[in-house]
C-alpha cells in the first residue's frame, strides 16, 4: 500500500498512540480519520468507505473483535490490521480467523505497519 491508496481509519484508545500513530501516517500522505472507541468506528466504517482498518482490539466498549465481525456479517469487506497488546497465539488465531488481514502486537515498528 502507497499514500496514495487511499483512506485508513485507526481506532486506539490510548490517545499517545493514536496521536503518534495518525501522525506518523499522515507525514507519510495518507489520508487518516482517527477514533477512540468501538461504537465510533462502526458509526465511521458504515458511513463511508475506507480502505483500510487498523484496530486496537481492546477497546472500552465494543472490542475490535466484535467490530470486525458485525463488519463482515454485514458484507463489509474493508481490510483490517489489528494493532494490539494482545499476543497470545489464541488471540491471534482469533482475529486472522474472523476476518483480520494482518496482526501487529505492540510495541511495534512504523515501518512494519506501514509495510
Known sequence: MTSDDGTLLVVEDEPFLRKAVVASLRFLGFQVTAEQNGTGALRLARGQPFDLLILDVVLPDIDGFEIVRRLRGEGNQVPVIFLTAKDSQDD??????????????????????VA
Open 92 to 113: 491471534k488465531l482469533t482475529g486472522l480467523s474472523i476476518g483480520g488481514d494482518d496482526y501487529l502486537t505492540k510495541p511495534f515498528d512504523l515501518e512494519e505497519l
